[in-house]
């Protein structure tokens, strides 16, 4: 779960500065963090009423930034809609697994 959580916090750093070049905005940083809660009973055969993966994933982005209100809100906007990894965790993605 480490590393999903550091892969989508790492392509939203990415995307962020992907559209603050484009767009020109003033981005000198971020500070993201992203949490999640798993049920660890359910993971480890102890407990039937839950699931394995997450409940829900927190994200959290703080921006050292000059931008005002607007451009952060149309920034924000443009970033959920933009990181790949957001999408494909955030929507319902097939998934199809073979054995070998």
Request: with cysteine.
């Amino acid at each position: 779960m480490e590393y999903l959580f550091a892969s989508l916090a790492g392509c939203l750093a990415t995307t962020a500065r992907i559209i603050a070049t484009q767009q020109t905005l003033d981005l000198q940083g971020m500070d993201i963090k992203v949490e999640g809660a798993l049920d660890l009973n359910f993971l480890y055969g102890k407990g039937g009423d839950g699931r394995p993966g997450a409940k829900g994933i927190n994200v959290s982005v703080a921006l050292d930034s000059a931008m005002s209100e607007l451009e952060r809100q149309s920034f924000f906007k443009e970033l959920q809609s933009r990181c790949p990894i957001l999408d494909t965790i955030g929507g319902a993605t097939p998934i199809t697994i073979t054995g070998i």
